[in-house]
T-cell receptor, first 107, second 113 residues
Framework: SQQGEEDPQALSIQEGENATMNCSYK?????LQWYRQNSGRGLVHLIL?????REKHSGRLRVTLDTSKKSSSLLITASRAADTASYFC???????FGAGTRLTVKP | EPEVTQTPSHQVTQMGQEVILRCVPI?????FYWYRQILGQKVEFLVS????????KSEIFDDQFSVERPDGSNFTLKIRSTKLEDSAMYFC???????????FGPGTRLTVL
C-alpha cells in the first residue's frame, strides 16, 4: 500500500542548527501533510501543502513539494531542544504514515 | 482552541474481552479516523468514518473491530474479542474535509493481558 516514506530515519543536530527531512510518495496527490509526534503522545499537525503549491512557510518551518519527483521536504530552522520528536509525512491518497524521522536536538 | 478528547487514557483488559474506546471529535468536523500505534512502531491507519458510515478501512480493521457514532458527539471503536497483539496506543482524529488537516486526540493506551 502507498504511504509517505520519510528519510533519514534518524537525525541528530545541535541546537541552533537547521534540520531537513524528506518524504517520498508514490501516486498523485491533492495534498501532503507533515505531523510531529512526541514520544507516546498524539500526532500534531504541522503544515499542509497542496499539490499546486511549491513552498509553504509556518514560523520556523518551511515545506517544499515537488510533484514531478513525488517528494517533499521539511526544514526546521534554528532548531531548539523542544523540537526533539518524530516527524511524519502523509498524503491525502491514503494517509498512511511511514516510520518517520526521529529528530534529536542537543542543547 | 478546540481539541479531540479520548477516554479512557489507559485501559487494561483480559484477552477475549470486549473493549470500547471513546472519542469526542471537534464539533464541526465531518470526518473521523482511528489509528493505532504498537509500541515502538509506526502509526497505522485503521478506519475512516463519514456520514455515519465507514468510508475507508485498512487490512488491520477486520471483523473484530467496529466503529460507531452513537450520538452527535461521540465516536467509538469497539474491539469485540481482544487479543494480546491488540495492545497498542489507539488514536482518534477528526478533520473538516476528507484527508485534510487532522486533529489527533491524546490516545488510549490499551493493554491486553
Amino acid at each position: 500500500s502507498q504511504q509517505g516514506e520519510e528519510d533519514p530515519q534518524a537525525l541528530s543536530i545541535q541546537e541552533g542548527e537547521n534540520a531537513t527531512m524528506n518524504c517520498s510518495y508514490k501516486t498523485s496527490i491533492n495534498n501532503l501533510q507533515w505531523y510531529r509526534q512526541n514520544s507516546g503522545r498524539g500526532l500534531v499537525h504541522l503544515i499542509l501543502i497542496r499539490s499546486n503549491e511549491r513552498e509553504k512557510h509556518s514560523g520556523r518551518l518551511r515545506v517544499t513539494l515537488d510533484t514531478s519527483k513525488k517528494s517533499s521536504s521539511l526544514l526546521i530552522t534554528a532548531s531548539r531542544a523542544a523540537d526533539t520528536a518524530s516527524y511524519f509525512c502523509a498524503t491525502d491518497a491514503d494517509m498512511r504514515f511511514g516510520a518517520g524521522t526521529r529528530l534529536t536536538v542537543k542543547p | 482552541e478546540p481539541e479531540v478528547t479520548q477516554t479512557p487514557s489507559h485501559q487494561v483488559t483480559q484477552m477475549g474481552q470486549e473493549v470500547i474506546l471513546r472519542c469526542v471529535p471537534i464539533s464541526n468536523h465531518l470526518y473521523f479516523y482511528w489509528y493505532r500505534q504498537i509500541l515502538g512502531q509506526k502509526v497505522e491507519f485503521l478506519v475512516s468514518f463519514y456520514n455515519n458510515e465507514i468510508s475507508e478501512k485498512s487490512e488491520i480493521f477486520d471483523d473484530q473491530f467496529s466503529v460507531e457514532r452513537p450520538d452527535g458527539s461521540n465516536f467509538t471503536l469497539k474491539i469485540r474479542s481482544t487479543k494480546l497483539e491488540d495492545s497498542a496506543m489507539y488514536f482518534c482524529a477528526s478533520s473538516e474535509a476528507r484527508w485534510d488537516e487532522q486533529f489527533f486526540g491524546p490516545g488510549t493506551r490499551l493493554t491486553v493481558l
